[in-house]
């Protein structure tokens, strides 16, 4: 704030500086032509003159900050975008899974892990819950057929 007022009084002072100078030196020709030229350059300078004062003045540092916080930007949104799909394809296949349970009448839990694809896939399963080896079985060959995922890949507690 206080270079603003600064910047302020420096014009102020200056319009006062040139109003005095034109109106004491009122005299024709080309003398007073001369005069409203360099009171006129005078306020010219003092209007610009803070922008000369800036020091150390560095716009390809700038852009660069600029251009990596567009990446952190870009890096973030994409690590939301992965996170979120993943919970919805979590949530999808243990539903799928738990919905086929259900129609075998078998209360478990389902618990999915994921690749790092893009988008995440399906890889493991764990099944928790107490269920005869024929209907474990019968899940576990539903799982590979439809889910793809292998019956090595399915751990049951």
Do not use: R
Not at 14 to 28: D, E, G, H, N, Y
Not at 86 to 102: E, F, S
Request: charged letters at 20%; one cysteine or more.
């Amino acid at each position: 704030m206080d270079g603003i007022t600064q910047y302020l009084l420096t014009i102020t002072a200056a319009a006062i500086i040139c109003a005095l100078i034109s109106t004491f030196l009122k005299t024709k020709g080309s003398i007073f032509s001369v005069i409203k030229l360099l009171t006129g350059l005078f306020m010219a300078l003092c209007a610009v003159s803070p922008f000369l004062n800036i020091k150390d003045l560095d716009f390809y540092g700038f852009m660069d900050s600029i251009h990596f916080d567009a990446q952190e930007a870009v890096s973030i949104g994409e690590n939301m975008v992965m996170e979120s799909t993943g919970k919805i394809i979590k949530d999808q296949v243990a539903a799928y899974i738990l919905d086929k349970a259900a129609t075998m009448e078998l209360d478990i839990e389902v618990e999915v892990t994921l690749d790092s694809s893009n988008p995440p896939q399906p890889c493991a399963v764990t099944l928790k819950g107490a269920v005869s080896p024929y209907a474990k079985e019968i899940l576990s060959q539903y799982i590979n057929n439809t889910l793809g995922i292998a019956k090595e890949d399915q751990f049951w507690k």
